[in-house]
């Protein structure tokens, strides 16, 4: 019912820049909490960066001061600015969304993964 797309992905140098969208779609009362996760091959899914309804942020201590999220609530939308890339940074990157359909019923809602490959 809820629909998650991210784009933006793609193959970019160490130290280079990447931004990441991702737009929620479909039946949305409210959308709490919006944030993007990442896997690399043979690795668990990882917390990368997760922004809240009043604007509160939180991040991986690998990207901190490297990365920053943003949003934009009127529209769905979730940002994901990525400057000084490493290679580590390499991974599938997926986008969540959760907030609300209805009053009492809630969502939580995955992209289909963008690909970011950090190599020379």
């Known amino acids: 019912q809820v629909q998650v797309v991210e784009s933006g992905g793609g193959l970019v140098q160490p130290g280079g820049s990447l931004r990441l969208s991702c737009a929620a779609s479909?039946?949305?009362?409210?959308?709490?909490?919006m944030g993007w996760y990442r896997q690399a091959p043979g690795k668990q899914r990882e917390l990368v960066a997760v922004?809240?309804?009043?604007?509160?942020?939180n991040y991986a201590d690998s990207v901190k001061g490297r990365f920053t999220i943003s949003r934009d609530s009127a529209k769905n939308t979730v940002f994901l600015q990525m400057n000084s890339l490493k290679p580590e940074d390499t991974a599938v990157y997926y986008c969540?969304?959760?907030?609300?359909?209805?009053?009492?019923?809630?969502?939580?809602?995955w992209g289909q993964g963008t690909q970011v490959t950090v190599s020379s």
């Open positions: 969540n969304a959760r907030g609300w359909i209805t009053v009492s019923a809630q969502y939580n809602s």
């Open positions: 922004i809240i309804s009043g604007g509160t942020t």
């Open positions: 479909g039946r949305i009362f409210s959308t709490n909490t």
